[in-house]
């Protein structure tokens, strides 16, 4: 049988979907027994004008990582849709936008200004920020344009399959390529994971009934090991969030974030977290629940954490 | 001009373009190396609750999550007005401590070392860590497969996840650590010291026993005479968790010394128009350009820059090839790019022997690992030695803890200049007029980054591609587990 062709790329991520990949194992080995790696930048020497000298669909399984931040991104993504029979988006950034998508909470002057102009240990007093296009006295140099918004994967090209994660779970990974190996990957769409329902069913805190007065930080109170944290009054997005990942940050003690996305049917995981909290707040009094709700500092960054390029918000309103 | 472009550079984490321009003789007359991304963090930070940014900013690499996630931790401290308890600084080291074992392993097997175990010109089917395995011996590649990965079980063991973990807290750690576990450790420890050493006599017999790579190593090509910065303890020694900050001159003199709070006095970025990461230099001696020497405010950090500003290393072992490290390349500083691999694996070496001190600490079980802050957020500073170099986390919050101003001074970046500077040097050695530009060339212009780790992917079980020999890997008793071949 013919090996299959296996593309890894990433786009606006961190590099810890690569090593996500990596940590599968000795399983990688059973990978690389059915399967060619032909594009790989963080570990073979190909370069992209290797690629772009493929044919159309002669990779048979895109693996694609990070959020779509710059034209450079978009154009990989587009180029390797073209070129795979299967685009599988890969982690959080890739699915719903990830932590880079919170830059849509500003635009791309705001995030110039900043970086460039503003930081404290910035001296800049010409006010240079990088061009697309700068003339420099040998030739020119370009560089790709950072846009105003990210966006996620499924906005930019059409895709196959969804893996959650922040990154993904070892388990998550091979659940995918296990299916991929054996030819039986699930229907077009699929969120390819242990379990799509919330992370509150892999979790093994006892769970009763949730009324809270007061929200803590979780650095604030020291939470009972046993109990669910959302009923402490600690902010846990496993309500929210599809599990698979095993509940593992409540296993280490602290709240789930969001990184495995929303569970099976919906479609904002944020408005799904932010009603869930709405719910359990123990007072009819509009002043007290004023003063409880008082104590969510950071809402976009909490309910939002990791979706809100794919959200129905998108991104803020800035002038 | 006649423009060769490498793009994007490979055996790394992240995003790197090399642009090199020919005179109509088809010399060197520049090279510029462009970073062309930019994901805005400094600016979504602010809103954010300070203590998420341990989570949040770990995203910035997913190859060292562990250094921001620290970096941040420790911020949180300083904003907090809070000392961690014992048991939770130990903790914390101990995740250090078993992430640099994993972090300099990865770099030396699979992304640096290749170049130097197949050869820089070797084909690119064979330069990479499966023709790597092949050369050493398939007992070492199971080892350094062991080495990766038990390593990073450790570090879920403290962190609650082996990629971005969870446990810090301002004041301590979320979870502690059971006998049972710390007993698993040390026993991780004590074989990571044993790799450490096999790691240093796999550089010595294969780079140093062949003079051909000695006389590369030593070659003005591949050498920058700058400023070095590294943390040191109150002894001076390297330290990666804590200490001042340390920046020698480019004949060794101690030039600054600062704790992390005076950050600002001593560095400041430079902005160019064709790179989206900035060059940070010395503020005191100021941004003269890319050039090296002692009246340009280029420094240089990672393993190779925090030997030249320590005066040694805090545990014996590591201690005795600091000493020989010195010795054989004429004293100190060494400014040849191409020794910080050696002196990665000295670091190795070291972090995996601190490593073994810590899970034999009395205290590391104990389950006081909390102090819960008290006092008002404002401001904090927070400094690590990632692997690839010094790493600064600034935050600015209101009372409540939500971030008004952020700043991140990250590792790699604080090298921007000198790899800018490698590169351009590398290229003007290698690429001449009249001479083919082969693969094998580029490859020796990549060399000159490839030493400075940059942010860059680790690969520990990268057998990708049509594998040129069958790879065994053993477990830690020697029982071969798998055999792969590629008929």
Known sequence: MAKIKLALYWASSCGGCEIAQLQIGEKLLKLIEVADIVFWPVAIDVKYKDVEAMPEKSIDVCLFNGAIRTSEQEHMAKMLRDKSKTMISYGACANYGGIPGLGNLYNREMIFNRAYLETQSTDNEKGVTPQTSIDVPEGNLSLPEFFDTVRSLPQTVDVDYIIPGCPPEEKTTWLALEALIQNKLPPKGSIISHNVKAVCDDCPRTKNEKKVKKFYRPFEIEPDQEVCLLEQGILCAGVATAGGCG?????????CTGCYGPVKGVTDQGAHFLSAVASIIDSTDPEEIASIIDDIADPAGTFYRYSLPDSLLRRAKVS | MKKITIDPITRLEGHGKIEIFLDENGAVANSYFQ????????????????????QITERICGVCPEAHHVASTKTLDALYHVEPTPTA???????????????????????????FVMGPDAPVAERN????????????????INARMRNHHVIELIGGRGIHPV???????????????????EEIAKDSVEFGKLSLKVFDDIVLKNKEYVDMIVSDAYTHKTYYMGMVDENNKVNYYEGKVRVVDPEGKEFAKFAPAEYLDHIAEHVEPWSYIKFPFLKKVGWKGFVDGKDSGVFRVAPLARLNAADGMS??????????????????????TLAMHWARLIELLNAAEHMLELSRDPEITSTDIRNIPDKTPDEGVGIVEAPRGTLIHHYITDEKGVIKKANLIVATVNNGAAV?????????????????????????????????????????HDLSGPSPVPIYVYDSKKNLVNKLSSN
């Open chain 1, 247 to 255: 509940a593992m940050c409540l296993k280490a003690n602290m709240p």
């Open chain 2, 35 to 54: 970073v062309p991304e930019l994901r805005g963090f400094e600016k979504f930070s602010e809103g954010r609750m300070a203590d998420d940014m341990p």
């Open chain 2, 89 to 115: 600084k130990k903790l914390r080291e101990l995740l250090y401590s078993a992430f640099y074992v994993t972090d300099h392993t990865t770099h030396f097997y699979i992304l640096g070392g290749p170049d």
């Open chain 2, 129 to 144: 860590i499966i023709g790597v395995i092949g050369k050493v011996g398939l007992e070492l590649g199971g080892a350094v």
């Open chain 2, 167 to 185: 446990f810090g807290l301002p004041g301590g750690v979320s979870k502690s650590l059971s006998e049972e576990e710390r007993k698993e450790i």
């Open chain 2, 315 to 336: 545990t014996p072992l590591a201690q005795e090839h600091y000493e020989r490290f010195y010795d054989t390349l004429g004293g100190k500083p060494v400014h040849h």
């Open chain 2, 420 to 460: 800018n500077m490698s590169i351009g040097k590398a290229a003007k050695a290698v690429i001449q007029p009249g001479k083919e530009i082969t693969e094998g060339i580029l490859n020796r212009v990549e060399m000159a980054w490839r030493p400075y780790d940059l942010c860059l992917a680790c690969a520990s």
